[in-house]
C-alpha cells in the first residue's frame, strides 16, 4: 500500500532515508522532542468493507515493467480558428492499468485513461467547454450524509478546477458550481501567470474524491518566452508523468472501500497497492543516455510518495507547484504530497545500455531502459530545442546554474495574520468522523476575507496526527517556516508554548507554492499575496477523503 501521512516517517525511518521538506523537518523536530498530536485521533482505526465480491489483486504480486509507459495527447481545439478554444469530453470508458488484468471501468476526460495535455502559452485567454457525457449512476460508493450530496442532488455531478490557475471566480470551480451529465459548462481562464505545471480536475462538493479516483484528472503546461529561453530538454525529451495509487479487484475493476455504516460510508483515507504513472501500474520507458525533463503531479486522493533511482543517482530538482525554482536543487529523494507538482532533469548520458528504476519507498515503480547511444534526430525544431550540450549530448552539466529572479515577500509586507487549525474529530470508538478548518464548516460564514492586491500571512496550526497538504485557490505563495509546538497547551487555551526554533523550507520549496505541507504538531507559516480577481475562492487540505468532510472553507477577496 502507498504510504499516506501517519506512516511516512515510520517507513522512511525503517528504511534510513531522509530528505525533503516534511521529513526533514520531522527529522529535526523528533531529534529532542514528541510531538504532540490531536487526542490521539487515529485515522487507521477505520475498517473498510469492499464493495466487490470479487477478491482484491496485490499490486505488487504482478509482473512489473511489461507495459511501456503512456504519453499524453495534446488537446486539439476546435479548429485552426480559434487555437485557444478546447472542448474536452467527461465519459466512461474501459481501460487496461496492466498486461494482465482485464480492462477497467473508469472516467475519463478523454478516449483513454491518459486526459489530453493541454499544453499552451500564458498570457492568451484559453477557453474550454467541458462537456459532461458521465452516465447518471455512479459506480463507487457515495455517502449522502455528506454535505451537498442529500438524495434529493443528482449522483453524479461534475465541476471542474483549474489546479493552479489564477482565474476568476466564476470559472475557478467552486464545488456547488455543478452539472450533470447531458449538460456542458464553458470556462475562460485568462493564463496570466508565469509558466507552470497545472492539472485539471473535479471538484464536486462531497463527490471529487470519488470522481478524480475514477479518473477525472488531467495535466496542463504553461509555457512563456522566460522558460523557453534556458533551452531545458523538450519535446520527446520532455515527459509529463502523473503518479497516483489504485487498488483492483481480480477481474480488473476499481475497488473503493466504505465503513461498513450504510448512512456513512465515508472513510478517513485510502490507498491502494497498486501505483500507476500515467495509466499503467510499474511500466518501463526507454530513453537515451542524455538528461530528460520529467513534469511530476502526484493525483492521488491522499498517499504520499517518496521516490528516488535505483543506482542512487542524483537528480535536480528545477520547479515546483508555481513554476521554476530560483536555481536547481540537487537531491537524492523527493516527497510529493497529493497535488504537489516538481519539475525534475534526470541524466542518463552515464548508464548507456543500463536499466535504472524510479523507486517508492523500497518499491520498483518505473523502468528506465536506457538505449546505448543517443539518436541523430536532435536538431533544433519547433518542437524540440536542443539544449546545452557537453560533447553534443545533453547532460547535468548543462543545467542552467540560475533559474528565474524571485524575490522573498518581506514579512513586513503582511497586513493581516490570520491563524487556522486543522482539526478531526472522533465517534465513541475511536474512528475519525470529521475533518474542520478553525472548527467551522463548509456552508457556515465567510471568515477569510482579504482584501485585493493586500499581502496576509496565514498561519496553520496543525492539531492533528496527520500531515495535511493545504492548497489555496486563485493565488500563489512563499513558505516562511515550520515550528513545532506543544498540542496539549494550545488545546487547553493555555499558549502558545514552542517546542523548537522555526524551521525554513528546504531549497526545493523556496519558489512559489500553491500547496503546502503542514506536519502534525507544528505551525506552518505562509505569506501570500492575493493579487488576480475579487470574489469568493476555496482553501482546503488537499487529501480528497478530509476535504469532502469537511476540511475545506471558502475565502473572499475583497476588491
Same mark, same amino acid.
Given at each position: 500500500m502507498s504510504p499516506t501521512r501517519r506512516t511516512i516517517l515510520q517507513q522512511l525511518s525503517a528504511l534510513g532515508t531522509l530528505a525533503s521538506p516534511p521529513i526533514a523537518f520531522a527529522s529535526r523536530l523528533l531529534q529532542n522532542h514528541v510531538v504532540s498530536a490531536d487526542s490521539g485521533m487515529s485515522m487507521a482505526g477505520m475498517a473498510p468493507t469492499q464493495q466487490s465480491d470479487k477478491p482484491a489483486i496485490n499490486g505488487f504480486s504482478l509482473t512489473p515493467f511489461v507495459d511501456e509507459l503512456p504519453l499524453p495527447e495534446r488537446a486539439r481545439p476546435i479548429s485552426s480558428l480559434h487555437p485557444h478554444k478546447l472542448r474536452i469530453t467527461m465519459r466512461e470508458i474501459h481501460a487496461k492499468a496492466h498486461r494482465d488484468i482485464p480492462p477497467t471501468r473508469m472516467w475519463s476526460y478523454g478516449d483513454t485513461a491518459l486526459a489530453p495535455l493541454i499544453d499552451i502559452r500564458a498570457h492568451r485567454p484559453l477557453q474550454v467547454e467541458w462537456v459532461n457525457q458521465l452516465p447518471k449512476q455512479h459506480f463507487l460508493p457515495i455517502d449522502h450524509s455528506?454535505?451537498?450530496? +442529500?438524495?434529493? =442532488?443528482p449522483d453524479v455531478r461534475a465541476c471542474v478546477h483549474l489546479h493552479g490557475g489564477r482565474t476568476p471566480s466564476k470559472d475557478d470551480g467552486f464545488p456547488e458550481d455543478w452539472f450533470v451529465p447531458g449538460t456542458s459548462r464553458t470556462c475562460t481562464y485568462p493564463l496570466q501567470q508565469d509558466a507552470a505545471a497545472l492539472w485539471y480536475h473535479d471538484h464536486a462538493m462531497g463527490l471529487n474524491r470519488l470522481n478524480t479516483?475514477?479518473?477525472?484528472? +488531467?495535466?496542463?503546461? $504553461? *509555457? @512563456?518566452? #522566460?522558460?523557453? #529561453?534556458?533551452?531545458?530538454? !523538450?519535446?520527446?525529451?520532455? =515527459? /509529463?508523468?502523473? =503518479?497516483? @495509487?489504485?487498488?483492483?479487484?481480480? @477481474? +480488473?475493476?476499481?475497488?473503493y472501500p466504505d465503513s461498513g455504516d450504510p448512512e456513512h460510508p465515508w472513510v478517513p483515507e485510502f490507498g491502494g497497492s497498486c501505483i500507476l504513472l500515467n495509466g499503467k501500474m510499474r511500466p518501463y520507458l526507454e530513453v537515451e543516455p542524455r538528461l530528460y525533463r520529467f513534469r511530476l503531479l502526484n493525483t492521488a486522493n !491522499?498517499?504520499?510518495? &517518496? $521516490?528516488?533511482?535505483? &543506482?542512487?543517482?542524483?537528480?535536480?530538482?528545477?520547479?515546483?507547484?508555481? +513554476?521554476? $525554482?530560483? #536555481?536547481?536543487?540537487?537531491?537524492? &529523494?523527493?516527497?510529493?504530497?497529493?497535488?504537489? *507538482?516538481?519539475?525534475?532533469l534526470i541524466d542518463f548520458s552515464q548508464a548507456p545500455g543500463q536499466y535504472i528504476h524510479l523507486v517508492n519507498g523500497a518499491v520498483q515503480i518505473l523502468?528506465? *531502459?536506457?538505449? /546505448?547511444?543517443?539518436?541523430? @534526430? #536532435?536538431?533544433?525544431?519547433? !518542437? !524540440?530545442?536542443? /539544449?546545452?550540450?557537453?560533447n553534443g549530448i545533453a547532460t547535468a552539466a548543462s543545467i542552467p546554474s540560475a533559474l528565474r529572479t524571485l524575490d522573498p515577500i518581506a514579512e513586513s509586507a503582511a497586513t493581516t495574520t490570520r491563524t487556522i487549525t486543522l482539526n478531526e474529530y472522533l465517534d465513541k470508538i475511536g474512528n475519525s468522523m470529521l475533518m474542520l478548518l478553525n472548527n467551522k464548516h463548509w456552508h457556515e460564514p465567510v471568515t477569510e476575507t482579504p482584501r485585493l492586491n493586500s499581502t496576509e500571512i496565514w498561519e496553520f496550526v496543525n492539531l492533528t496526527e496527520d500531515t495535511h497538504p493545504m492548497h489555496l485557490h486563485l493565488v500563489r505563495f512563499q513558505v516562511l517556516d515550520r515550528r513545532a509546538f506543544d498540542v496539549f497547551k494550545y488545546r487547553n487555551n493555555l499558549g502558545t508554548r514552542y517546542l523548537a526554533a522555526a524551521v525554513p523550507p528546504d531549497p526545493n520549496e523556496t519558489g512559489w507554492k500553491d500547496t503546502v505541507h503542514c506536519p502534525a504538531g507544528a505551525i506552518t507559516r505562509i505569506i501570500v499575496h492575493f493579487d488576480g480577481y475579487p470574489g469568493k475562492y476555496l482553501y482546503h487540505c488537499h487529501i480528497l477523503e478530509h476535504e469532502a468532510n469537511d476540511m475545506m472553507r471558502p475565502f473572499e477577496v475583497i476588491a
Open positions: 455528506l454535505h451537498g450530496c +442529500g438524495h434529493d =442532488i479516483y475514477a479518473g477525472l484528472f +488531467g495535466m496542463v503546461l $504553461l *509555457r @512563456d518566452d #522566460a522558460e523557453d #529561453a534556458l533551452n531545458l530538454p !523538450s519535446g520527446k525529451y520532455e =515527459i /509529463p508523468l502523473q =503518479i497516483y @495509487d489504485r487498488q483492483f479487484t481480480t @477481474d +480488473g475493476q476499481l475497488f !491522499s498517499s504520499f510518495f &517518496n $521516490l528516488s533511482l535505483t &543506482n542512487r543517482q542524483p537528480f535536480h530538482q528545477i520547479g515546483s507547484d508555481q +513554476g521554476l $525554482l530560483p #536555481a536547481p536543487v540537487k537531491m537524492s &529523494n523527493l516527497l510529493i504530497a497529493p497535488a504537489e *507538482r516538481a519539475d525534475l523502468e528506465f *531502459r536506457v538505449a /546505448p547511444t543517443t539518436s541523430q @534526430d #536532435a536538431a533544433p525544431s519547433q !518542437s !524540440s530545442r536542443t /539544449p546545452r550540450t557537453s
